[in-house]
């Protein structure tokens, strides 16, 4: 058995559900050694006693990624305690309805770029400077196929993630030459409670440990960009090629995201 300080370390965001703790465990199936981050500890330090992760494989960190001190200090917190990781998963994220008419949905605007832009940034901060000089490293970004095109009342959440796709894309050019990779993943529509109050119809729906395994074989590749599953990118594409007023007239009336507060 590898001892617990020579296997690879993965550092994960938004872990305590969903397409976090479905990496979360890929991962250790594979070996490697958790940094697990989430506001709610206490749940995932639950699920992770649960799975019978032990203390010297498994740390849990609580930080609010919307807050940069909070996500920076777990990252350091990480480094000292754990070491340099291998790979970085900026997963957190959230995704709430919004009309640019309602005053209260500017605020849902920041928090969702400040959860899903400024926090991958500063998720990414504690380790880039060192894994440049230690010359390896991957770091990753999660997206959505939601990027590709802007959905009425997505606005928030297809914005913050159409950035992510050219943020990281600017990091990989950036790292380009240093080891360092920078991988960006664009998940369909996958089962968990971010997607389960959504009122329309959502093709291809994956579970989160479907999405984990793809997702793990992509990163293992160091792929620049995928979208998974790769039915959802061809469709996404095809809509991309749509003209304006053709995409506009096939999403009129189309149901849109609950906003904060809105009923179900």
């Keep these: ?65 919307a807050q940069t001190d909070s996500i920076v200090a777990a990252g350091q917190a990480c480094l000292t305690g754990q070491g340099l990781p291998d790979v970085v998963i900026a997963n957190a994220g959230i995704s709430v309805g919004m009309d640019t008419g309602e005053r209260d949905d500017l605020d849902v605007l920041s928090r969702t770029f400040a959860t899903n832009n400024v926090g991958m940034a500063a998720t990414f901060h504690p380790f880039v400077r060192a894994m440049r000089a230690r010359g390896s490293g991957t770091l990753v970004g999660i997206a959505s196929v939601a990027a590709i095109r802007g959905l009425p009342g997505h606005g928030a959440y297809c914005g913050s993630k159409a950035a992510v796709v050219s943020y990281c894309e600017s990091l990989r050019g950036e790292l380009r030459g240093s080891g360092v990779a920078v991988v960006t993943l ?38 620049s960009y995928r979208v998974i599953p790769w039915q959802m990118g061809v469709l996404a594409k095809l809509l991309r090629l749509l003209p304006n007023a053709w995409f506009d007239r096939a999403l009129q009336g189309r149901p849109r995201k609950h906003r904060a507060g809105e009923g179900r």
């Design 1 to 65: 058995m590898t001892p617990a300080n020579a296997a690879p370390l993965v550092f994960i965001t938004g872990a305590s559900s969903g397409i976090g703790q479905a990496l979360a465990a890929r991962f250790a199936r594979a070996g490697y050694r958790l940094a697990l981050v989430a506001r709610r500890t206490a749940d995932l330090q639950a699920w992770a006693d649960a799975q019978g992760y032990e203390a010297d494989r498994c740390r849990v960190y609580g930080a609010d990624v």
């Design 186 to 223: 664009l998940p369909g529509y996958v089962d968990t409670p971010l997607t389960r109050e959504n009122r329309y119809p959502m093709p291809f729906l994956m579970t989160p440990e479907a999405f984990a395994e793809r997702a793990f074989r992509a990163i293992a590749e160091r792929v």
